[in-house]
């Protein structure tokens, strides 16, 4: 009899999970898994004049992987994380320790100061930053959007945007973090360098793994920022500056679809890639797996 009159029970409390899920399951379905197979499709294809859509299975692919505008782009946006990744989660890393060692209002105000950029839109932040780039508009007199430059200033618009955002995230782990720990070093001897070097940094490595992958999946993915500040000066930042702005003028200024889709799913396998290959290396210093 117990175990008749629990099922109705049962059953309504997994029919109350599922109306909690549905929201964001109908979300997933029609915003992401929908249009990704129908890109998967459109990938498979190729527009021409006299017989239309034609299957062509991988020839868009092949044609992505020997086109040196494609290639470029990758290696630009590789070489750019490899730079930009390490000193925004650097100066992350360096601003959650300095304020989670000083406990003031001094601390607060620089937490609120440092996430204000993130709460910025990115075309609003790229903008304000192409205006002050400019040397008519800006308070310099530089080119800070040349060819030799403006990969620079690039990394400096994310970095303004996004590190405040990776402080909280770590300075978040750091609260999480015993206070008997640094009690103990301090008996040790322990200085403030020592503590935040040898016990805090080692104990948050799971965050600093977590916002490392978060960096390197948005690096990746460039686009708002270049294309943004493309008119500004064509030159510097051409229609394939970086893999997605490529694929995005492929698709909206020469109607190549097919080929846009194609390139899509090849950068989000080098994103796949680049980031399996950070979590594997990574994966004994980490709770990761």
Known sequence: MSVVARRPKVGRQAVAGWLFVAPFTVLLVFFLLLPMLYAAKLSLYRSTLVEGEVFAWLDNYRQALNDPEFRRGVVRVLVFGAVQTPVMIGIALAAALLIDEVTSRFSRIFRLAAFVPYAVPVVIGTLMWGFLYSPNTGPFRADFLSSGTVLYSLGNIVTWQWAGYNMIVLYAAL???PREV??????????????ALRIKTPMISTAIVLV???TIIGTLQFFTEPLILQPLNPG???NS???????YHQAFSYQQYNYSAAISFLLGAVVFVGS???LFVTRRRSALR
């Open 175 to 177: 609260q999480g973090v």
């Open 182 to 195: 640094y009690e103990s070093a301090r008996m040790d001897g322990a200085g403030a360098v020592q503590t």
């Open 212 to 214: 490392t992958i978060f």
């Open 236 to 238: 510097a930042i051409t």
């Open 241 to 247: 500056y970086t893999p997605n702005v490529y694929a």
């Open 276 to 278: 399996y290959i950070f």
